[in-house]
T-cell receptor, first 112, second 111 residues
Framework: KNQVEQSPQSLIILEGKNCTLQ??????????LRWYKQDTGRGPVSLTI?????NTKSNGRYTATLDADTKQSSLHITASQLSDSASYIC???????????FGAGTRLFVKA | NAGVTQTPKFQVLKTGQSMTLQCAQD?????MYWYRQDPGMGLRLIYY???????DKGEVPNGYNVSRLNKREFSLRLESAAPSQTSVYFC??????????FGAGTRLSVL
């Protein structure tokens, strides 16, 4: 069964600190993996997208990594800001892109 | 550039009532999607439309119908609402398999 598991479920960090969120998936055959940020009461917004041939992608203070062999991805947030408080969702699509599985998300709280 | 616009933002229905959720995008995307988001779960695909004139079932299509009115608009209809359809509904659009752009969501409660 195709699955996307994210950890931790929630995380609290102090402003200015770094953090790393994890995503493990079993979707096969793999096409691409995306990370989204979802603010409370808003729709998800794309942060990065990676295909199987890419192992890192950055978007400002957000850096995503992908290990297609172990089927793991991580999202690293550098020098966190209060505005980083949100849910971060890992999304994996199979070949063709129309079988897409969303993870349940990691809820990040950044405290002053 | 508004992106993806959903209406209404909030709705309360009684069991058995019907309603249509509207979605429009101004990015000239071919693909459009309807998802539902429930607490503690990932977004689940209800229906999608790969191009104007085509629609296909997603993971959880039961109780819903869709219409791809034109390239810009993709509506979701609940013919007879049930409490299990209480959720937050998101419309999204994309060009091919590229990342999706989401609307702000419609929060629906069925009593």
């Amino acid at each position: 069964k195709n699955q996307v598991e994210q950890s931790p479920q929630s995380l609290i960090i102090l402003e200015g600190k770094n953090c790393t969120l994890q995503c493990n998936y079993t979707v096969s055959p793999f096409s691409n993996l995306r990370w989204y940020k979802q603010d409370t009461g808003r729709g998800p917004v794309s942060l990065t997208i990676m295909t199987f041939s890419e192992n890192t992608k950055s978007n400002g203070r957000y850096t995503a990594t992908l290990d297609a062999d172990t089927k793991q991805s991580s999202l690293h947030i550098t020098a966190s800001q209060l505005s980083d408080s949100a849910s971060y969702i890992c999304v994996v699509s199979d070949s063709g892109g129309f079988k897409t599985i969303f993870g349940a998300g990691t809820r990040l709280f950044v405290k002053a | 550039n508004a992106g993806v616009t959903q209406t209404p933002k909030f709705q309360v229905l009684k069991t058995g009532q019907s309603m249509t959720l509207q979605c429009a995008q101004d990015m000239n995307h071919n693909s459009m999607y309807w998802y539902r988001q429930d607490p503690g779960m990932g977004l689940r695909l209800i229906y999608y439309s790969a191009s104007e004139g085509t629609t296909d079932k997603g993971e959880v299509p039961n109780g819903y119908n869709v219409s791809r009115l034109n390239k810009r608009e993709f509506s979701l209809r609940l013919e007879s609402a049930a409490p299990s359809q209480t959720s937050v509904y998101f419309c999204a659009s994309s060009e091919g398999w590229a990342w999706e752009y989401f609307g702000a969501g419609t929060r629906l409660s069925v009593l």
